[in-house]
């Protein structure tokens, strides 16, 4: 279970991040009491782990006492505007109830006919040039379609679903707080409906950067799990999963790790200041590699420098 940003770890072979995992399964087992299930936000830096989380979260959902469908859905940058989003989920929906076991045989030729038709459910003589138009058109084809999903194949069988969106960021028609803010508008409707479909996403750190304060409705609604370097206790827990009963002081190993690392589940770290670089990179290079994700300021003139790629990234912007 060697670390890999571009992959992210299967559920069995996950580790740490045990605050989350107990966070979200007090809200499954609330959501058994209530009828209504929370909404959560993955947030953190690329290669921190976010996916590998969602996907976890996922596989939680398989515990018979919470009954709940997971639909997983990786959001790219060719799902180009909201009503392609919305199709995209309906088809991950279809394909969740499709392989479910707990739906009996007879329901899978109707969800065939569902996932085929449902398109008529929406506006296909849309403006396109109208934005907010498009934009909410793809909100009624969800609101229409899900609502007729839960009738019809989610609630015979289950306690509700939960849709894992990775990548959210890559959705940003028109801007990212407006997808926020749709995306919020659209499940908290399924909820005052009586309809337990909620979301959990993830994201970039600043996804909610852009919003005017932390007490509007696109930032309430969610759970925000806000992903950090491991801590030693969970760097020691990876040591145990990979080396197993190897005749190694894990404990040792687990500090050597951390020192290396300094907590990021994938790249080798290094503290530094910029003084040496000043002359030969431009200040802008420290703010690209910020945003990136590959530098991290963590006090006056001191920084955090995550390796390989940071070599790659100045070979790039010469």
Request: glycine share 6%; charged share 20%.
């Amino acid at each position: 279970m060697l670390p890999e940003p571009n992959f992210p770890v299967s559920p069995q072979e996950f580790v740490g991040r045990k605050a989350h995992l107990d966070e979200f399964a007090e809200a499954l087992r609330y959501s058994t009491l209530t009828g209504r299930m929370a909404s959560f936000a993955v947030l953190g830096d690329w290669g921190i782990g976010k996916s590998s989380l969602l996907f976890k979260l996922a596989a939680s959902c398989a515990d018979s006492n919470f009954r709940m469908l997971p639909v997983t859905l990786s959001l790219s940058n060719d799902i180009s505007d909201y009503m392609k989003f919305a199709e995209a989920l309906c088809d991950r929906l279809a394909h969740a109830l499709l392989t479910s076991d707990s739906l009996a045989a007879r329901f899978r030729a109707e969800i065939e006919n569902w996932k085929l038709s449902r398109i008529s459910l929406g506006a296909l003589t849309i403006d396109r040039h109208s934005q907010r138009y498009f934009l909410s058109s793809g909100s009624a084809l969800l609101r229409h379609a899900l609502g007729e999903a839960w009738d019809r194949f989610i609630r015979p069988a289950y306690a509700g679903a939960i849709f894992f969106l990775d990548d959210l960021h890559n959705l940003a028609t028109p801007t990212v707080q407006d997808t926020a803010l749709i995306v919020r508008d659209q499940f908290q409707f399924f909820g005052v409906e009586g309809i337990n479909l909620s979301v959990c996403f993830s994201a970039k750190p600043d996804y909610f950067s852009g919003v005017r304060s932390f007490a509007e409705p696109a930032v309430r609604f969610y759970n925000k799990c806000t992903l950090e370097p491991f801590s030693l206790e969970e760097t020691t827990e990876f040591v145990g999963a990979v080396f197993g009963s190897a005749s190694l002081d894990h404990q040792q190993l687990a500090e050597w790790l951390q020192r290396k690392t300094l907590g990021h589940p994938y790249f080798v770290a290094t503290e530094f200041t910029p003084g040496p670089f000043a002359q030969k990179f431009p200040h802008q290079y420290f703010k690209r590699l910020a945003k990136a994700g590959l530098l991290t300021r963590t006090g006056r003139g001191r920084y955090k420098l995550y390796h390989p790629l940071f070599r790659e990234f100045l070979r790039r912007t010469k």
